[in-house]
């Protein structure tokens, strides 16, 4: 019987998310979006600790609506860094704020999933790692992709925030190839075996 990819488990949240979300191609700009946001939340922790509290994400920031929150300012920081369903981390706090103007600008201008999307020619990239330790933490198109994220006004995207979002996202297919979910992640991407 084929393997799961070995970080997925054993709590059932984390291996739901890895068998029906991880890896699966997404296409909106406001999802992909929220994405990226519990991703920079991500950084330096595990990903599991963001599982567990991303329903309480979605409530502290109000559905993670982009529109709403690029009107926030301090008086709701401050909220945000009493709630104790979050992470309470003013930097990243204030980056989601200001993360939210910039996605307005380039949805505005093109829309932010084009630009995520373009990084791959709009192809998700099938990749065929058998071992968890050959799947890298940041590619050279994640390096280009934070650099531009970074230059259009975002903050807290690293290079590994935004591989970690290019594989959540579906833009790659990290899913090691004895993994079930990698030939289902491949045949959504409209990939044929072979």
Not at 162 to 181: F, I, K, R, S
């Amino acid at each position: 019987m084929a393997e799961k990819c070995g970080w997925a488990g054993p709590e059932d949240i984390y291996i739901k998310y890895h068998d029906h979300e991880w890896g699966v191609p997404q296409y909106d700009g406001r999802l992909l979006w929220q994405m990226l946001v519990l991703e920079s939340f991500q950084a330096g922790l595990s990903w599991i600790i963001i599982l567990r509290r991303r329903e309480s994400f979605f409530q502290a920031f109000e559905g993670l609506d982009p529109n709403v929150i690029a009107t926030w300012g301090e008086v709701e920081v401050k909220k945000l860094l009493i709630d104790k369903g979050i992470i309470r981390h003013r930097g990243k706090i204030e980056a989601t704020l200001s993360n939210a103007k910039a996605w307005q600008k380039i949805e505005a201008e093109g829309g932010f999933s084009n630009l995520l999307w373009g990084a791959v020619d709009g192809q998700p990239i099938q990749n065929n790692w058998h071992h968890l330790q050959d799947v890298p933490a940041e590619t050279v198109i994640s390096l280009k992709l934070s650099a531009q994220l970074k230059a259009e006004g975002f903050r807290f995207c690293g290079p590994k925030t935004v591989y970690a979002l290019m594989q959540a996202a579906g833009l790659v297919n990290d899913h090691l190839v004895e993994c079930p979910a990698h030939a289902k992640v491949r045949r959504l991407a409209g990939v044929k075996s072979g």
